[in-house]
């Protein structure tokens, strides 16, 4: 069964840092772009990041962009979102998600491109 499974979230005090993980088991992620995305309070679910399978193509969205580092550890099946500088704005439920592109280079940050979803972990920034 193909499941990918995020950790890393929880309450961080703002201006602090998150280092979100999403493991994927029963296939092999290296083949796949992996994109995080979240959802906030009483909003629609937004595009984060992606990174392609080839590592050659990232993707960062305006609201994150300069504070966040998308990487992967193949070895690991386990891709990795760092975030800095976390405000109230960045409370959300984040998702990783994957996707089978039709090249390595290949990365998207459209929800509906995306083959594989996990559960999704909370992050919430607050004093």
């Known amino acids: 069964q193909r499941q990918l499974v995020e950790s890393g979230g929880g309450l961080v005090q703002p201006g602090g840092s998150l280092r979100l993980s999403c493991a994927a088991s029963?296939?092999?992620?290296?083949?796949?772009?992996i994109g995080w995305f979240r959802r906030a309070p009483g909003k629609v679910r937004e595009g984060v990041s992606c990174i392609s399978s080839s590592e050659s193509s990232t993707n960062r969205q305006y609201p994150v962009e300069g504070r966040l580092t998308i990487s992967r550890d193949n070895a690991k099946n386990t891709v990795y979102l760092q975030m800095n500088n976390l405000t109230p704005g960045d409370t959300a439920i984040y998702y990783c998600a994957a996707l089978r592109g039709p090249s390595p280079d290949y990365c998207s940050g459209y929800s509906y491109e995306y083959d594989y979803w996990g559960q999704g972990t909370q992050v919430t920034v607050s004093s």
């Open positions: 029963g296939f092999t992620s290296a083949n796949y772009a």
